[in-house]
């Protein structure tokens, strides 16, 4: 099993940045592919982007592609999603998520391992 531990959620203004970790322990880090969904007061839980094991290949959503950043870091076993340009419906406590058998996760495919979430809350 694999340990996931989110940080870097905060309070931002619009158009501001804030840069996410997930730091994992307990497995093989590179044997996962990885990924952050996010959820919203009163929504369900909303894929964000996500990463193959190596790196090589990342999925945004529509509604964050251009704005945030999917990558990984395997020497520090860690996971970061760069945040810019962000807005207020993007407020929502953001999940990192982990997959050791599919390629990709994705809107419809989610990982068995979640870290505890960090709340990213941007003001108008």
């Known amino acids: 099993q694999v340990q996931l531990v989110e940080s870097g959620g905060g309070l931002v203004q619009a158009g501001g940045s804030l840069r996410l970790s997930c730091a994992a322990s307990?497995?093989?880090?590179?044997?996962?592919?990885m990924g952050w969904f996010r959820q919203a007061p009163g929504k369900e839980r909303e894929f964000v982007a996500s990463?193959?094991?190596?790196?090589?290949?990342?999925i945004h959503a529509n509604s964050v592609k251009g704005r945030f950043t999917i990558s990984r870091d395997n020497a520090k076993n860690t996971v970061y999603l760069q945040m810019n340009s962000l807005k207020p419906e993007d407020t929502a406590v953001y999940y990192c998520?982990?997959?050791?058998?599919?390629?990709?996760?994705?809107?419809?495919?989610?990982?068995?391992?979640w870290g505890q979430g960090t709340q990213v809350t941007v003001s108008s």
């Open positions: 990463i193959s094991r190596s790196g090589g290949s990342t």
């Open positions: 998520n982990a997959d050791e058998r599919a390629y990709y996760i994705t809107k419809i495919h989610e990982g068995d391992y």
């Open positions: 307990g497995g093989t880090f590179s044997s996962y592919s």
